[in-house]
């Protein structure tokens, strides 16, 4: 499946490819970042991160282990549920 992810570099949107699908469970931070309980389309896995289209509409590398706020990382931060993995169970192994 592919979306439109809007660049801010470029105020332009481009077409990505999603690659899974996971719910943010943890506090809800910032006004364009993350919501408890709101399902986020992931459209890579770079060293050990997400690149997840968050509530801004653009593209941003979060942590696998424990998402958390990109401004203040000191933040308690929260845990991926995953909902759709459609490559191989790749980011399955690396939640586990």
């Excluded at 399902?39 to 653009?58: H, T």
Aim: net charge negative; proline share 2%.
């Amino acid at each position: 499946m592919k979306r439109q992810v809007y660049q801010s570099e470029t105020d332009n949107y481009i077409e990505m490819e999603v690659i899974a699908k996971v719910r943010y469970i943890g506090v809800s931070f910032g006004i364009d970042a993350l919501t408890d309980g709101k399902v986020y389309d992931v459209i890579a896995i770079e060293d050990n991160m997400l690149r997840v289209v968050d509530d801004s509409g653009e593209d941003y590398l979060y942590s696998i282990a424990q998402p958390a706020d990109l401004v203040e990382p000191e933040k308690l931060g929260g845990r991926w549920e995953i909902i759709e993995d459609t490559k191989e169970k790749e980011l399955e192994k690396l939640i586990k």
